[in-house]
């Protein structure tokens, strides 16, 4: 796994909102794109967003378009997930990870996750 900390999940009612944030290396914010996946109970893992490494790009699943913003602060090695108008759909393992497009598939590496729930 890639030397990447994940933080910020939590429990929250429907409507809700969350900030993930996701720490690394320098290595990895100077030279990779980055993104976050995640994955609800019994389902598959579910790429999210997508970020490219200066930020100039960005990409969301139809899932989350309009509601969560991505965003990165290379200066402080930081990548953060803000979460806007959560959904119980929205409950699972949040992980960020290298990557090289908005597929699950297109990672390469993720750090160990946080847990967001959203429930009331």
């Not at 794109?33 to 997508?50: M, Y």
Request: proline residues 2%.
């Amino acid at each position: 796994q890639a030397d990447l900390v994940e933080s910020g999940g939590g429990l929250v009612q429907p409507g809700g909102s969350l900030r993930l944030s996701c720490v690394g290396s320098r290595r990895i914010f100077d030279s990779r794109g980055l993104g976050w996946f995640r994955q609800a109970p019994g389902k598959e893992r579910q790429g999210i967003s997508f970020i490219t490494r200066r930020g100039g790009t960005v990409l969301y699943d139809d899932s989350v378009k309009g509601r969560f913003t991505i965003s990165r602060d290379n200066a402080k090695n930081t990548m953060y997930l803000q979460m806007n108008k959560l959904t119980p759909e929205d409950t699972g393992i949040y992980h960020c990870g290298v990557s090289d497009g908005l597929d699950y598939a297109s990672f390469s590496s993720w750090g160990q996750g946080t847990q967001v729930s959203v429930s009331s």
